[in-house]
């Protein structure tokens, strides 16, 4: 990925965040987005996406966290919600314009947030 540009997205079922990255470092934008279901979460990011980086889709890799299903304990809310995860994920990258699936690499949470709960990395984030 070095050297190109990256559009990276953590979808959600009523929240996602992304961010544009140019040559490692984060030189466009970076925002906590929000909709009343997985659809309007994937349609304010898209929108995030064509007003910071209109000119990068066909240029750019785009790294999407992958749903993970926990085991016992570690287990944490509806797993259906994994589903719909996906479906704003693939609903984000169609709204892009984006067909060419070779540049799209797929995160785990613990690459994005190491061990740090959630909620904790979320309020980090959000300063």
């Not at 540009?5 to 544009?20: C, L, M, N």
């Not at 889709?57 to 749903?67: A, D, G, M, N």
Request: net charge positive.
């Amino acid at each position: 990925m070095g050297g190109r540009s990256v559009i990276a997205f953590d979808p959600g079922t009523k929240a996602a965040g992304i961010a544009i990255f140019s040559d490692g470092a984060l030189v466009h934008h970076a925002q906590l987005v929000r909709g009343k279901n997985w659809r309007m979460t994937a349609v304010e990011a898209a929108k995030v996406a064509a007003v910071y980086a209109p000119d990068l889709f066909s240029q750019c890799t785009f790294v999407i966290e992958r749903p993970q299903v926990y085991v016992g304990s570690r287990q944490k809310g509806d797993p259906n919600d994994l589903i719909t995860i996906a479906f704003c994920a693939a609903a984000f990258l169609g709204m892009c314009g984006y067909t060419a699936i070779l540049d799209v690499v797929e995160v785990k949470p613990k690459t994005w947030k190491g061990n740090l709960p959630k909620d904790v990395c979320s309020r980090r984030v959000q300063g």
